[in-house]
C-alpha cells in the first residue's frame, strides 16, 4: 500500500485512534514533517519576543521504546528566533515525574526545533498498559555567556505525548473450561455457550477473534463476540459429548511468535424426548355446539418430557374418519384440543358410531407419537330422549267413551319417530281395553269400559329404539287410566222387604222404617237422595238423605186408613240427567187398646123388692169400646161385700144371690165396671131402694133407671167412617212420572263434509271441523257421544267426545302422510246403543316446512395439484320433498373461494382455477342447496390436494446476498446461511456449484457457509459464490443463489515512513537556474510492499513557487 507524506499536521493535532471495530477502516495515512532549511533564502524576521509556534502539540512514542527514541510530532515543535544573539534552551517542568523524556533543542535558521526523545539510563520503561498520555509542560529559556539560564516570558507550551501500543501481550481467557448442557432438541442456530477473552493492547491490537482450533460442522462460532451456536441437529444417540477447543486471537501483527489462548468448551448432549405423548380422552354427556361443529370429547395430551419435546406439535385423526365429517379443533391451552362432529351428521346411517384412531406427535427433534381410539358413539337421538318424558303417566276417560276415545300420548312425539321408537303396551292390558299407536305412543281405547267394573287400569308401555346392535335399547313408564264414572246406573231401592208395620196414636214423627237404595256409580252420580212419589196427601215423610220414613202426624187405626201403600222414590245426583227408581212400600197401621170401654148408660137408680127370690135377673149392664176386637169382661167392685148380688162378666147381668129381707138397710148401691183386659171404665154406681111390694103382680122385681151415653151411636159413625177411609187406594198415583227411557232413535248425522284441506304446518289444536249431529231421543238415549274409529294413522287428530270437534293433535307432514280417511262416529248413551258413521277424508296442504337434504352430511375428495381447471370433482344430490317450487333445489357455494365452482341448477363442482398444495393444501368448502321457499341446507366438502414436486426450491430474496467480511476473518468462522424453501419438501440439500476457489464451503444440510481458507483483500477482494439447493422430489428439481462475498481490508500499514534525517541543508546559488537541488531518503518498515511505497510532498507556505518535490521525492 502507497503512504504519501504530507507536511501539514493532523487536523487534530495527535494521530488517530486505533480501529475497535471487526470491520476494519480505511488505511492510516502516517505523516512525518520534514523541515527543508534553506539558508541562503530564508528571511529572518525580527522580534522583540519568543513564542511556541503553538501552545500545544500532539506527539507520540511507541511502548517499550530504548533511550533516545525520538518523539514524533506532526508539527514543528519549537520558537522561531527574533534574536540572532538568543542561545534558546528547553526544559520540561511538569509532567515527566519518572524521567521518562528529555528536551533537546536545534536551531534551523531563524527557527529553534524543540526535539523529546526518550531518556536513557531509565530501568523503567514506558507502558501503555499503564499510563498511554503524558502531559509534559516545557518552557523555553535564554542562556547566558556565563552560561547561566534565563526564563523568556510567555515561552510555554505543552506537549502531549501519546504512548503507541505495540501488541506486546497476548490474549487470556476468564475461564480455562467451559461446560455446557444441551438438550437434543435444541433448535438449530441458537446460542448455546458464550466465552469470553481479553487483550489489554489498544486498536487491533486488542480485538480478539474467536475460532475452534479444530473444524466442527456442528458449531458455529461469532468471531467478536464469542457467542457459540448450534448449527446442526444434536442426536443424543449418535453422540452424547463434545469437546471443543476455542482460541482467541488478537487482530494485531504477530510479534515474536505469539500464541494464542486457548479454552475447552464441554456440551453435554441430554435425551430429552424421552416420553411418548399421552392422549387423555374425556367424553362429554352432551355435546357443546360451536359455530358448525358439536364439540363430543375433550382431548388432552400429556407429554412428560420438557421443553419442545413436551410440547404437542399436532393431533389428527389417521383413521376411522373416511368423510373427514370429525374436526380436531385446538382449544386455549396449548395441549388441549375439542373433538367435534359436524352438525350435518346423519347418525341414522350410522347407528353404530365411529372409532376414530387419533395420533399425537410431540415437538422434539426425532418425535414420538401414540396412538389412541376413540368411539364415539351416536347421540341419543330426540325420539329415544323423548319417549317418555315422565315414569308415570295419569289419564282420566269416561266409561261411556265410545270406541276409538284418545286417552292420552306418552312421550314427545317428533317427525321421523316411527323410523326410531316404537311403543307398545306389555303388561296391564290383559281385556284388550286399550290400544297404543306404535309411533306416537297415542293411547286409545278399544271397548266399552265400565267404571263399576274396574275403575282403574295401570299399563306398562315400553319404548323400543330398533338397532343393528345386538341389544335394543328399551325404555318403560306406568300409565294409570282412571275411569271416570258417567252416571249409567239406576239407583236400585233395596229395602225395606214386606209390609212395615206402624201403631196408631205415634206422635208426629215417629220412625217408621228406613228405605236403602244403592246405586254402583261413584261420587256425585252415586249419591242417592229420596223423596214420596204418591198423589195423595198421606201422613208420612221421607228424609232426602238418609232415606228415614216417618209420620206427619198421629195415625188413628179405628177410623183412618189401616194400610198405606207410599210410592218411595230414589233418585241419584248425576249429570246431565239424574237417574232414578220407585219401590211401594206398605204401611199397615196396627190397633192400639187406647179407648177404655164406656157404658152406655150412667147414673142408674131405681129399686129392688126385698122379696126377690134368689136367682132372680136384677139388671143387665152394657158397655161399648172403641177398639176394634177387643173383649169387654164386667166386675162388681164396691157395695157387694155380703155378696148378695152376683154379676155375669160376660153378659152383664146382675143376678139377686142373697135375701134382701134380712138386710136392715133401705138402699144398695152396687158399683160396678167394664174392662177390655188393660182398660176399665168408669165406676157405674147401681143405686138400690130396698123396698117391700106387698102386690107384685107381673111386675118386675127390680128396676132401675139410666141416663143414655150415646156411645153406641159414636161407635157406629166410627165404624161408617173407617169403612169409608179404607174403601179404595189411590196412593199409587204418581205426583211427577219419570221420563221413559225408551231408545227410539239412532243419532243422525247432518251437513257433513267428503273432504277437507288442512295446512300441514297447522299447530296441535288446530279445529278442523265440528260434526253436526242430533238424536230425537231425549236423557241419555239422546245424549251424544263422538269418536275417531279408523284411519287416525300416528294419531293426529283428536276428536272430542262431547262436542265432536276434530282439531289436530299431532304434527302433520304431507311428505309422510298426504292424507287420512277418517272413520267419524257418532253414539248414544241409550241402552242398547245406536250409532251413525260418515267416511271424512283430510288432504293436506303442502307448505314448505321441509329444507333440502344431501345424500351425505360430508364430503371427502383428494385431487392432485396439476388437475386441469374445469375438471369436474363430484356432482352433489340434494333432495327435498316439498311439492311445486318447494322442492326445487339450487346449489350454491358459500366458502368464499375463486378456486372452485359449483353449478346452480345440477351441482356439480369443479376445479375453476390452478390448484397450489403448497399456497392451500387442503380446502373446507361449504356447500348450500336452497328450496324456492328459502330453505336451505349445507354440506361439506374437504378437498385435499396431493402434491407434485411442481415448486423447486425458493431462496428468501430473488437479489442476490451481499456480504462484507474482513480479509482477517478466522478460518472455520460462520458467514451466512443461505437456506432456501421448497412447499413440497422440507428437505434440501445445498452445494457450491463456483466462485468460492475453495476458500468457503457450505453445509449440505443447514446451508451454513463457512470460511474454509484465510482471504486476502489484495489479492482478490471480492467473491460471487454460487449456492444450489436441491430438493428430494422425483424428479428432483433446484434453484441457484448468488452470494457476493466482498472482503473488506485490514489496515497493515502499522510502521510510518522515517527520514534518516530530520533536517537536511543544501545551498542553492541565487542565480541558479531550475535544478534539481536535493533527495530526503525515507525508510519504512511495513513488509508489504504496497504498504511499504513512499509518495512525497511540500507543507507549509514556505517556499512554495520557488521549490517544488514530485511524488517521487525529487525536488
Given at each position: 500500500?502507497?503512504?504519501?507524506?504530507?507536511?501539514?499536521?493532523?487536523?487534530?493535532?495527535?494521530?488517530?485512534?486505533?480501529?475497535?471495530?471487526?470491520?476494519?477502516?480505511?488505511?492510516?495515512?502516517?505523516?512525518?514533517?520534514?523541515?527543508?532549511?534553506?539558508?541562503?533564502?530564508?528571511?529572518?524576521?525580527?522580534?522583540?519576543?519568543?513564542?511556541?509556534?503553538?501552545?500545544?502539540?500532539?506527539?507520540?512514542?511507541?511502548?517499550?521504546?530504548l533511550?533516545?527514541?525520538?518523539?514524533?510530532?506532526?508539527?514543528?515543535?519549537?520558537?522561531?528566533?527574533?534574536?540572532?544573539?538568543?542561545?534558546?534552551?528547553?526544559?520540561?517542568?511538569?509532567?515527566?515525574?519518572?524521567?521518562?523524556?528529555?528536551?533537546?533543542?536545534?536551531?534551523?535558521?531563524?527557527?529553534?526545533?524543540?526535539?523529546?526523545?526518550?531518556?536513557?539510563?531509565?530501568?523503567?520503561?514506558?507502558?501503555?498498559?499503564?499510563?498511554?498520555?503524558?502531559?509534559?509542560?516545557?518552557?523555553?529559556q535564554?542562556?547566558?555567556?556565563?552560561?547561566?539560564?534565563?526564563?523568556?516570558?510567555?515561552?510555554?507550551?505543552?506537549?502531549?505525548?501519546?504512548?503507541?501500543?505495540?501488541?506486546?501481550?497476548?490474549?487470556?481467557?476468564?475461564?480455562?473450561?467451559?461446560?455446557?448442557?444441551l438438550?437434543?432438541?435444541?433448535?438449530?442456530?441458537?446460542?448455546?455457550?458464550?466465552?469470553?477473552?481479553?487483550?489489554?493492547?489498544?486498536?487491533?491490537?486488542?480485538?480478539?477473534?474467536?475460532?475452534?482450533?479444530?473444524?466442527?460442522?456442528?458449531?458455529?462460532?461469532?468471531?467478536?463476540?464469542g457467542?457459540?451456536?448450534l448449527?446442526?441437529?444434536?442426536?443424543?444417540?449418535?453422540?452424547?459429548?463434545?469437546?471443543?477447543?476455542?482460541?482467541?486471537?488478537?487482530?494485531?501483527?504477530?510479534?515474536?511468535?505469539?500464541?494464542?489462548?486457548?479454552?475447552?468448551l464441554?456440551?453435554?448432549?441430554?435425551?430429552?424426548?424421552?416420553?411418548d405423548?399421552e392422549?387423555?380422552?374425556?367424553?362429554?354427556?352432551?355435546?357443546?355446539?360451536?359455530?358448525?361443529?358439536?364439540?363430543?370429547?375433550?382431548?388432552n395430551?400429556?407429554?412428560?418430557?420438557?421443553?419442545?419435546?413436551?410440547?404437542?406439535?399436532?393431533?389428527?385423526?389417521?383413521?376411522?374418519?373416511?368423510?373427514?365429517?370429525?374436526?380436531?379443533?385446538?382449544?386455549?391451552?396449548?395441549?388441549?384440543?375439542?373433538?367435534?362432529?359436524?352438525?350435518?351428521?346423519?347418525?341414522?346411517?350410522?347407528?353404530?358410531?365411529?372409532?376414530?384412531?387419533?395420533?399425537?406427535?410431540?415437538?422434539?427433534?426425532?418425535?414420538?407419537?401414540?396412538?389412541?381410539?376413540?368411539?364415539?358413539?351416536?347421540?341419543?337421538?330426540?325420539?329415544?330422549?323423548?319417549?317418555?318424558?315422565?315414569?308415570?303417566?295419569?289419564?282420566?276417560?269416561?266409561?261411556?267413551?265410545p270406541?276409538?276415545?284418545?286417552?292420552?300420548?306418552?312421550?314427545?312425539?317428533?317427525?321421523?319417530?316411527?323410523?326410531?321408537v316404537?311403543?307398545?303396551?306389555?303388561?296391564?292390558n290383559?281385556?284388550?281395553?286399550?290400544?297404543?299407536?306404535?309411533?306416537?305412543?297415542?293411547?286409545?281405547?278399544?271397548?266399552?269400559?265400565?267404571?263399576?267394573?274396574?275403575?282403574?287400569?295401570?299399563?306398562?308401555?315400553a319404548?323400543?329404539?330398533?338397532?343393528?346392535?345386538?341389544?335394543?335399547?328399551?325404555?318403560?313408564?306406568?300409565?294409570?287410566?282412571?275411569?271416570?264414572?258417567?252416571?249409567?246406573?239406576?239407583?236400585?231401592?233395596?229395602?225395606?222387604?214386606?209390609?212395615?208395620r206402624?201403631?196408631e196414636h205415634?206422635?208426629?214423627?215417629?220412625?217408621?222404617?228406613?228405605?236403602?237404595?244403592?246405586?254402583?256409580?261413584?261420587?256425585?252420580?252415586?249419591?242417592?237422595?229420596?223423596?214420596?212419589?204418591?198423589?195423595?196427601?198421606?201422613?208420612?215423610?221421607?228424609?232426602?238423605?238418609?232415606?228415614?220414613?216417618?209420620?206427619?202426624?198421629?195415625?188413628?187405626f179405628?177410623?183412618?186408613?189401616?194400610?198405606?201403600?207410599?210410592?218411595?222414590?230414589?233418585?241419584?245426583?248425576?249429570?246431565?240427567?239424574?237417574?232414578?227408581?220407585?219401590?211401594?212400600?206398605?204401611?199397615?197401621?196396627?190397633?192400639v187398646?187406647?179407648?177404655?170401654?164406656?157404658?152406655?148408660?150412667?147414673?142408674?137408680?131405681?129399686?129392688?123388692?126385698?122379696?126377690?127370690?134368689?136367682?132372680?135377673?136384677?139388671?143387665?149392664?152394657?158397655a161399648?169400646?172403641?177398639?176394634?176386637?177387643?173383649?169387654i169382661?164386667?166386675?162388681?167392685?164396691?157395695?157387694?161385700?155380703?155378696?148378695?148380688?152376683?154379676?155375669?162378666?160376660?153378659?152383664g147381668?146382675?143376678?139377686?144371690?142373697?135375701?134382701?129381707?134380712?138386710?136392715?138397710?133401705p138402699?144398695?148401691?152396687?158399683?160396678?165396671?167394664?174392662?177390655?183386659?188393660?182398660?176399665?171404665?168408669?165406676?157405674?154406681?147401681?143405686?138400690f131402694?130396698?123396698?117391700?111390694?106387698?102386690?107384685?103382680?107381673?111386675?118386675?122385681?127390680a128396676?132401675l133407671?139410666?141416663?143414655?151415653?150415646?156411645?153406641?151411636?159414636?161407635?157406629?159413625?166410627?165404624?161408617?167412617?173407617?169403612?169409608?177411609?179404607?174403601?179404595?187406594?189411590?196412593?199409587?198415583?204418581?205426583?211427577?212420572?219419570?221420563?221413559?227411557?225408551?231408545?227410539?232413535?239412532?243419532?243422525?248425522?247432518?251437513?257433513?263434509?267428503?273432504?277437507?284441506?288442512?295446512?300441514?304446518?297447522?299447530?296441535?289444536?288446530?279445529?278442523?271441523?265440528?260434526?253436526?249431529?242430533?238424536?230425537?231421543?231425549?236423557?241419555?238415549?239422546?245424549?251424544?257421544?263422538?269418536?275417531?274409529?279408523?284411519?287416525?294413522?300416528?294419531?293426529?287428530?283428536?276428536?272430542?267426545?262431547?262436542?265432536?270437534?276434530l282439531?289436530?293433535?299431532?304434527?302433520?307432514?304431507?311428505?309422510?302422510?298426504?292424507?287420512?280417511a277418517?272413520?267419524?262416529?257418532?253414539?248414544?248413551?241409550?241402552?242398547?246403543?245406536?250409532?251413525?258413521?260418515?267416511?271424512?277424508?283430510?288432504?293436506?296442504?303442502?307448505?314448505?316446512?321441509?329444507?333440502?337434504?344431501?345424500?351425505?352430511?360430508?364430503?371427502?375428495?383428494?385431487l392432485?395439484?396439476?388437475?386441469?381447471?374445469?375438471?369436474?370433482?363430484?356432482?352433489?344430490?340434494?333432495?327435498?320433498?316439498?311439492?311445486?317450487?318447494?322442492?326445487?333445489?339450487?346449489?350454491?357455494?358459500?366458502?368464499?373461494t375463486?378456486?372452485?365452482?359449483?353449478d346452480?341448477?345440477?351441482?356439480?363442482?369443479?376445479?375453476?382455477?390452478?390448484?397450489?398444495?403448497?399456497?392451500h393444501?387442503?380446502?373446507?368448502?361449504?356447500?348450500?342447496?336452497?328450496?324456492?321457499?328459502?330453505r336451505?341446507?349445507?354440506?361439506?366438502?374437504?378437498?385435499?390436494?396431493?402434491?407434485?414436486?411442481?415448486?423447486?426450491?425458493?431462496?428468501?430474496?430473488?437479489?442476490?446476498?451481499?456480504?462484507?467480511?474482513?480479509?482477517?476473518?478466522?478460518?472455520g468462522?460462520?458467514?451466512?446461511l443461505?437456506?432456501?424453501?421448497?412447499?413440497?419438501?422440507?428437505k434440501?440439500?445445498?452445494?457450491?456449484?463456483?466462485?468460492?476457489?475453495?476458500?468457503?464451503?457450505?453445509?449440505?444440510?443447514?446451508?451454513?457457509?463457512?470460511?474454509?481458507?484465510?482471504?486476502?483483500?489484495?489479492?482478490?477482494?471480492?467473491?460471487?459464490?454460487?449456492?444450489?439447493?436441491t430438493?428430494?422430489?422425483?424428479?428432483?428439481?433446484?434453484?441457484?443463489?448468488?452470494?457476493?462475498?466482498?472482503?473488506?481490508?485490514?489496515?497493515?500499514?502499522?510502521?510510518?515512513?522515517?527520514?534518516?534525517?530530520?533536517?537536511?541543508?543544501a545551498?542553492?546559488?541565487?542565480?541558479?537556474?531550475?535544478?534539481?537541488s536535493?533527495?530526503?531518503?525515507?525508510?519504512?518498515?511495513?513488509?508489504?510492499?504496497?504498504?511499504?511505497?513512499?509518495?512525497?510532498?511540500?507543507?507549509?507556505?514556505?517556499?512554495?513557487?520557488?521549490?517544488?518535490?514530485?511524488?517521487?521525492?525529487?525536488?
Open positions: 500500500m502507497t503512504q504519501t507524506i504530507h507536511s501539514h499536521p493532523h487536523p487534530q493535532g495527535r494521530p488517530p485512534p486505533p480501529l475497535l471495530q471487526p470491520r476494519p477502516q480505511p488505511s492510516v495515512v502516517r505523516r512525518t514533517r520534514i523541515e527543508w532549511a534553506w539558508r541562503h533564502v530564508v528571511l529572518w524576521a525580527s522580534g522583540d519576543s519568543v513564542r511556541f509556534s503553538r501552545p500545544q502539540y500532539n506527539a507520540s512514542v511507541p511502548e517499550n521504546a533511550g533516545n527514541t525520538p518523539v514524533v510530532s506532526d508539527a514543528m515543535m519549537g520558537v522561531r528566533i527574533t534574536d540572532p544573539s538568543l542561545r534558546i534552551r528547553f526544559r520540561i517542568t511538569e509532567g515527566d515525574s519518572q524521567n521518562f523524556f528529555r528536551a533537546a533543542a536545534r536551531v534551523v535558521g531563524d527557527f529553534c526545533f524543540l526535539e523529546l526523545s526518550v531518556r536513557t539510563g531509565n530501568q523503567r520503561v514506558l507502558n501503555r498498559e499503564s499510563n498511554d498520555l503524558y502531559k509534559l509542560k516545557v518552557k523555553a535564554h542562556r547566558r555567556h556565563d552560561r547561566t539560564k534565563e526564563d523568556l516570558p510567555g515561552a510555554v507550551t505543552e506537549v502531549w505525548v501519546t504512548i503507541t501500543d505495540l501488541n506486546d501481550l497476548s490474549p487470556f481467557f476468564l475461564m480455562e473450561e467451559y461446560r455446557v448442557r438438550s437434543e432438541d435444541t433448535p438449530l442456530h441458537a446460542s448455546v455457550a458464550r466465552v469470553k477473552a481479553e487483550d489489554p493492547d489498544a486498536g487491533l491490537n486488542g480485538q480478539i477473534y474467536y475460532s475452534f482450533k479444530e473444524d466442527t460442522p456442528v458449531f458455529a462460532i461469532h468471531p467478536t463476540s457467542v457459540v451456536t448449527t446442526r441437529p444434536l442426536r443424543f444417540l449418535e453422540q452424547a459429548k463434545y469437546q471443543l477447543t476455542v482460541q482467541a486471537q488478537d487482530r494485531g501483527l504477530r510479534q515474536r511468535g505469539g500464541w494464542p489462548a486457548l479454552a475447552r464441554f456440551v453435554n448432549v441430554t435425551e430429552e424426548n424421552v416420553y405423548p392422549i387423555l380422552v374425556t367424553k362429554l354427556p352432551e355435546a357443546m355446539s360451536r359455530a358448525h361443529l358439536s364439540v363430543v370429547a375433550i382431548i395430551v400429556v407429554d412428560q418430557d420438557r421443553g419442545p419435546s413436551g410440547e404437542v406439535r399436532s393431533l389428527e385423526i389417521v383413521e376411522g374418519d373416511p368423510d373427514r365429517v370429525f374436526r380436531v379443533l385446538p382449544s386455549s391451552g396449548g395441549n388441549e384440543f375439542n373433538l367435534a362432529a359436524l352438525d350435518t351428521i346423519d347418525w341414522s346411517d350410522t347407528p353404530l358410531g365411529f372409532n376414530l384412531t387419533l395420533k399425537a406427535t410431540d415437538g422434539g427433534t426425532r418425535p414420538r407419537f401414540s396412538y389412541k381410539v376413540v368411539r364415539v358413539a351416536a347421540p341419543p337421538t330426540p325420539e329415544e330422549e323423548a319417549a317418555f318424558t315422565q315414569e308415570v303417566y295419569e289419564a282420566e276417560v269416561s266409561e261411556v267413551a270406541l276409538g276415545t284418545r286417552v292420552l300420548q306418552v312421550g314427545a312425539w317428533l317427525p321421523g319417530a316411527q323410523r326410531r316404537k311403543f307398545d303396551i306389555v303388561a296391564g290383559k281385556g284388550g281395553q286399550f290400544h297404543i299407536d306404535p309411533t306416537s305412543g297415542v293411547i286409545t281405547t278399544t271397548a266399552l269400559l265400565d267404571a263399576e267394573t274396574r275403575d282403574a287400569y295401570t299399563l306398562t308401555v319404548a323400543t329404539t330398533p338397532s343393528q346392535l345386538t341389544s335394543q335399547r328399551q325404555a318403560a313408564a306406568k300409565v294409570i287410566v282412571r275411569v271416570r264414572d258417567a252416571n249409567d246406573n239406576t239407583p236400585m231401592i233395596v229395602a225395606p222387604q214386606g209390609v212395615v206402624v201403631e205415634q206422635p208426629t214423627g215417629t220412625w217408621v222404617t228406613k228405605v236403602r237404595a244403592q246405586d254402583y256409580d261413584s261420587g256425585e252420580n252415586g249419591y242417592v237422595s229420596y223423596s214420596l212419589a204418591n198423589a195423595n196427601d198421606v201422613p208420612f215423610s221421607v228424609d232426602h238423605f238418609t232415606g228415614e220414613v216417618s209420620t206427619t202426624r198421629a195415625l188413628d179405628e177410623t183412618e186408613r189401616r194400610t198405606w201403600r207410599l210410592r218411595v222414590r230414589a233418585s241419584d245426583w248425576g249429570s246431565p240427567y239424574r237417574r232414578q227408581s220407585e219401590k211401594i212400600i206398605t204401611v199397615h197401621v196396627e190397633d187398646n187406647d179407648n177404655r170401654p164406656q157404658f152406655e148408660r150412667v147414673a142408674c137408680t131405681g129399686f129392688i123388692d126385698r122379696l126377690t127370690p134368689l136367682g132372680s135377673e136384677v139388671f143387665t149392664l152394657s161399648v169400646d172403641f177398639d176394634q176386637g177387643n173383649i169382661s164386667y166386675r162388681i167392685v164396691g157395695g157387694n161385700d155380703d155378696r148378695c148380688f152376683s154379676l155375669d162378666s160376660t153378659s147381668v146382675l143376678t139377686l144371690t142373697c135375701d134382701l129381707q134380712d138386710l136392715l138397710t138402699e144398695r148401691i152396687v158399683n160396678v165396671t167394664a174392662t177390655d183386659g188393660q182398660h176399665f171404665a168408669d165406676t157405674l154406681p147401681l143405686r131402694q130396698l123396698v117391700k111390694q106387698q102386690n107384685h103382680v107381673g111386675g118386675s122385681w128396676e133407671e139410666c141416663r143414655e151415653m150415646g156411645v153406641a151411636q159414636r161407635l157406629a159413625e166410627q165404624l161408617a167412617r173407617a169403612a169409608k177411609n179404607n174403601l179404595k187406594d189411590d196412593s199409587l198415583l204418581l205426583l211427577t212420572p219419570p221420563p221413559p227411557v225408551v231408545n227410539a232413535h239412532a243419532p243422525e248425522l247432518r251437513n257433513m263434509p267428503l273432504e277437507v284441506r288442512v295446512r300441514e304446518n297447522s299447530e296441535p289444536g288446530t279445529v278442523v271441523f265440528k260434526v253436526d249431529a242430533e238424536d230425537e231421543d231425549v236423557g241419555y238415549p239422546g245424549h251424544l257421544v263422538y269418536a275417531i274409529v279408523e284411519g287416525n294413522q300416528e294419531a293426529v287428530f283428536s276428536m272430542d267426545m262431547a262436542t265432536g270437534e282439531t289436530v293433535a299431532g304434527l302433520l307432514d304431507r311428505e309422510r302422510v298426504p292424507r287420512y277418517l272413520n267419524l262416529t257418532v253414539s248414544d248413551l241409550g241402552d242398547p246403543r245406536r250409532t251413525a258413521s260418515r267416511l271424512v277424508t283430510i288432504t293436506l296442504v303442502d307448505e314448505n316446512d321441509n329444507a333440502p337434504q344431501f345424500d351425505k352430511p360430508a364430503y371427502s375428495f383428494f392432485p395439484e396439476n388437475v386441469a381447471n374445469g375438471t369436474s370433482v363430484y356432482e352433489l344430490r340434494a333432495h327435498d320433498p316439498d311439492e311445486g317450487s318447494n322442492g326445487v333445489v339450487t346449489y350454491s357455494l358459500a366458502t368464499d375463486k378456486d372452485f365452482r359449483l346452480p341448477v345440477t351441482g356439480r363442482l369443479s376445479v375453476a382455477w390452478p390448484l397450489d398444495h403448497e399456497t393444501d387442503v380446502y373446507e368448502l361449504r356447500v348450500v342447496a336452497t328450496d324456492g321457499g328459502a336451505s341446507a349445507h354440506a361439506y366438502v374437504t378437498v385435499q390436494v396431493a402434491n407434485i414436486n411442481d415448486c423447486p426450491p425458493v431462496f428468501p430474496s430473488d437479489k442476490n446476498t451481499a456480504i462484507r467480511i474482513p480479509e482477517d476473518l478466522p478460518l468462522a460462520l458467514v451466512t443461505v437456506a432456501a424453501h421448497d412447499p413440497d419438501s422440507p434440501l440439500r445445498y452445494s457450491l456449484v463456483g466462485g468460492h476457489e475453495g476458500v468457503f464451503r457450505i453445509d449440505e444440510d443447514t446451508a451454513a457457509l463457512r470460511l474454509a481458507a484465510p482471504l486476502n483483500y489484495e489479492m482478490r477482494p471480492a467473491y460471487n459464490i454460487t449456492v444450489r439447493a430438493d428430494d422430489g422425483t424428479p428432483p428439481l433446484a434453484a441457484i443463489t448468488y452470494v457476493i462475498v466482498q472482503v473488506v481490508d485490514v489496515d497493515e500499514n502499522v510502521h510510518a515512513p522515517v527520514f534518516g534525517q530530520d533536517v537536511v541543508e545551498v542553492v546559488l541565487e542565480s541558479s537556474p531550475p535544478t534539481r536535493s533527495r530526503p531518503s525515507p525508510l519504512d518498515a511495513d513488509l508489504n510492499p504496497a504498504d511499504g511505497a513512499v509518495t512525497y510532498s511540500l507543507v507549509g507556505p514556505e517556499g512554495r513557487g520557488v521549490f517544488y518535490i514530485d511524488q517521487k521525492g525529487i525536488s
